[in-house]
């Protein structure tokens, strides 16, 4: 199973991203989807996180910032990330969640808000 993870970089606060997580057709279509986090010092913390059906789940820190969501035609889920500040700074990893394969990572994608 592969993660591809993309879409983090350097930005403003107040500003928005978009992170990318795309999987294989099969393991995408039988999977959960969460990003997860993880400052310098801190531990990997849950953001959000999507089920097969498309019923979603945000942390309290990022409800009404980010939204997650899935597009099963193109095996992707997004993490859309919007008035980011920089306690959002940490590297940001992706994963999936079935039976069939239990839970794989993404490598992670830096995320950097400057203030």
């Known amino acids: 199973v592969q993660l591809q993870a993309s879409g983090g970089g350097l930005v403003q606060a107040g500003g928005s991203l978009r992170l990318s997580c795309a999987a294989s057709?099969?393991?995408?279509?039988?999977?959960?989807v969460a990003w997860y986090r993880q400052a310098p010092g801190k531990q990997r913390e849950l953001v959000a996180r999507i089920t097969r059906g498309g019923t979603a789940y945000s942390a309290d820190s990022v409800k009404g910032r980010f939204t997650i969501s899935r597009d099963n035609a193109k095996n992707t889920a997004y993490l859309q990330m919007n008035s980011l500040t920089p306690e959002d700074t940490a590297v940001y990893y992706c994963?999936?969640?079935?039976?069939?394969?239990?839970?794989?990572w993404g490598q992670g994608t830096q995320v950097t808000v400057s203030s």
């Open positions: 057709r099969y393991v995408f279509s039988i999977s959960a």
């Open positions: 994963n999936t969640q079935s039976v069939e394969y239990g839970i794989t």
